[in-house]
């Protein structure tokens, strides 16, 4: 499941492959691509999967161009938690992948892979948590 790092969708959920399906809040942003879906706390609940593969980030929370952002990423059980320069992004829960015989195995252990096509990354740091934040509404 990835946690896009791209300019002005930095947080978005891009399910990598056919077989993960996370699960997440959306509404519909008309000013979006299709499949216009941006998360938001209390939207219809939706599974991030083919046809519709992506949900963006509820809001741009980067820095300007030449400052560093702060990344985190919070995973525990079958959920997550994209934060962007202190400000929760995207919430996933039921994270899961297909089996073979079609029925849903949750997604609770697997790599973190950065990828970078002019993306610069610094003080990397994993740690143990026990519990995922909260994500508030202002």
Do not use: C
Request: proline fraction near 8%; hydrophobic fraction near 40%.
């Amino acid at each position: 499941v990835e946690f896009e790092i791209m300019r002005g969708s930095t947080g978005m959920v891009v399910p990598v492959g056919t077989m993960v399906k996370p699960v997440t809040d959306a509404a519909r942003d008309r000013t979006l691509i299709d499949p216009q879906r941006r998360y938001m706390v209390g939207g219809r609940p939706v599974t991030v999967e083919a046809p519709a593969w992506n949900v963006e980030a509820a809001t741009d929370a980067e820095r300007p161009v030449g400052e560093w952002n702060v990344l985190d990423l919070y995973v525990l059980g079958d959920g997550s938690i994209h934060v962007v320069n202190g400000v929760p992004v995207m919430e996933l829960r039921d994270l899961s992948v297909q089996q073979a015989d079609g029925s849903p195995r949750p997604l609770t252990q697997g790599h973190i892979q950065f990828q970078s096509a002019e993306t610069f990354f610094r003080r990397i740091t994993v740690e143990p948590i026990t519990r995922l934040p909260r994500i508030l509404v202002q």
